[in-house]
C-alpha cells in the first residue's frame, strides 16, 4: 500500500512563506513524476506544481514565479516552497503520483492577516 504523507501546511499572512512537504513510502517515488494539487472547499481540486523524474518542474500560471516544486528521490521526498502568499492561494494542499494516481490526505494552507 503506497502512502503520501504531506505537512507543513498552516497559518501564514499575506506576502509570507510556508514549505510543504510529501513523504512517500515507496521508492517507485524516483520512477514517478509527482505533483501538487489544491482544492479550495467546494472548488474542483487545481493543479498547482509538477515535476518529472528528471527535476524538470511545470507551474499553473497562478503561482508561476512564487512557488517552486522539487524532489529528493534519496529521502522519496517532494517539495513545495510557497513564498509571496495571496489569500486565494488558501486551500487543502495534496500530493499525488502519477504512477499509480496516488494521492495524500492533504494539507491546510490558511493564508489570513
Known amino acids: 500500500q503506497v502512502q503520501l504523507v504531506e505537512s507543513g501546511g498552516g497559518l501564514a499572512q499575506p506576502g509570507g512563506s510556508l514549505r510543504l512537504s510529501c513523504a512517500a513510502s515507496?521508492?517507485?517515488?524516483?520512477?514517478?513524476?509527482m505533483n501538487w494539487y489544491r482544492q479550495a472547499r467546494e472548488n474542483q481540486r487545481e493543479f498547482v506544481a509538477g515535476?518529472?523524474?528528471?527535476?524538470?518542474?511545470n507551474y499553473s500560471s497562478s503561482v508561476l514565479g512564487r512557488f517552486t516544486i522539487s524532489r529528493d528521490n534519496t529521502k522519496n521526498m517532494l517539495y513545495l516552497q510557497m513564498d509571496s502568499l495571496k489569500p486565494e492561494d488558501t486551500a487543502v494542499y495534496l500530493c499525488?503520483?502519477?504512477?499509480?494516481?496516488?494521492w495524500g490526505q492533504g494539507t491546510q494552507v490558511t493564508v489570513s492577516a
Open positions: 515535476i518529472t523524474t528528471g527535476g524538470r518542474p
Open positions: 515507496t521508492n517507485m517515488f524516483k520512477n514517478s513524476g
Open positions: 499525488m503520483m502519477t504512477r499509480g494516481n496516488y
